[in-house]
T-cell receptor, first 115, second 112 residues
Framework: AQKITQTQPGMFVQEKEAVTLDCTYDTSDPSYGLFWYKQPSSGEMIFLIYQGSYDQQNATEGRYSLNFQKARKSANLVISASQLGDSAMYFC????????????FGTGTRLKVLA | DVKVTQSSRYLVKRTGEKVFLECVQDMDHENMFWYRQDPGLGLRLIYFSYDVKMKEKGDIPEGYSVSREKKERFSLILESASTNQTSMYLCASIQGYNSPLHFGNGTRLTVT
């Protein structure tokens, strides 16, 4: 079955340190896309980063990078130099099959950045 | 920038009421979605629409219906609200297959 697993319900990180949020996925499809979203307390979902299953290099967007390990079916989000504004809920999502828009979301990880 | 606007930020309704949640996007996206978000369950797809008057059930369509009469507007309807429909509802739209979902700010619905 298609599934996204985020095993860390909550995490703390000290300001200016790096943090890794875990995401594993399960699909038998050769073509898929992986996304990370941030949801601050205000409720809006903000797109952070995308990785396609055929992309050769790990995606990076500013302080965000995606550690994509295809064989292990993991797509961990790395946030470098954490800031207080990074405190939020983070969701990993997968677009599992070519031609479908039925994205699958994980249960999320709540990150708290400490001053 | 894409803007997805949900008409209400907070709603309180009574059990048995018919509830309309409205969503409008301004970027001519063909695909629009309604998700429900509950703690510990992540986001679950209720319905999505890939064109005007076209819709497809998501994972949890029971108790909900949708309407898409115009490309920019996608409405979620709770025919007879129940307390177990108390939740955060998120609308989203998408430009293309490898594009990210663009979300509205959400509607927090409480059914009493």
């Amino acid at each position: 079955a298609q599934k996204i697993t985020q095993t860390q319900p909550g995490m703390f990180v000290q300001e200016k340190e790096a943090v890794t949020l875990d995401c594993t996925y399960d699909t038998s499809d050769p073509s898929y896309g992986l996304f990370w979203y941030k949801q601050p307390s205000s409720g809006e979902m903000i797109f952070l980063i995308y990785q396609g299953s055929y992309d050769q290099q790990n995606a990076t967007e500013g302080r965000y990078s995606l550690n994509f390990q295809k064989a292990r079916k993991s797509a961990n989000l790395v946030i470098s130099a954490s800031q207080l504004g990074d405190s939020a809920m983070y969701f990993c999502a997968m677009r599992p099959t070519s031609g479908t828009y039925k994205y699958i979301f994980g249960t999320g990880t709540r990150l708290k950045v400490l001053a | 920038d894409v803007k997805v606007t949900q008409s209400s930020r907070y709603l309180v309704k009574r059990t048995g009421e018919k509830v309309f949640l409205e969503c409008v996007q301004d970027m001519d996206h063909e695909n629009m979605f309604w998700y429900r978000q509950d703690p510990g369950l992540g986001l679950r797809l209720i319905y999505f629409s890939y064109d005007v008057k076209m819709k497809e059930k998501g994972d949890i369509p029971e108790g909900y219906s949708v309407s898409r009469e115009k490309k920019e507007r996608f409405s979620l309807i709770l025919e007879s609200a129940s307390t177990n429909q108390t939740s955060m509802y998120l609308c989203a739209s998408i430009q293309g297959y490898n594009s990210p979902l663009h979300f509205g700010n959400g509607t927090r619905l409480t059914v009493t």
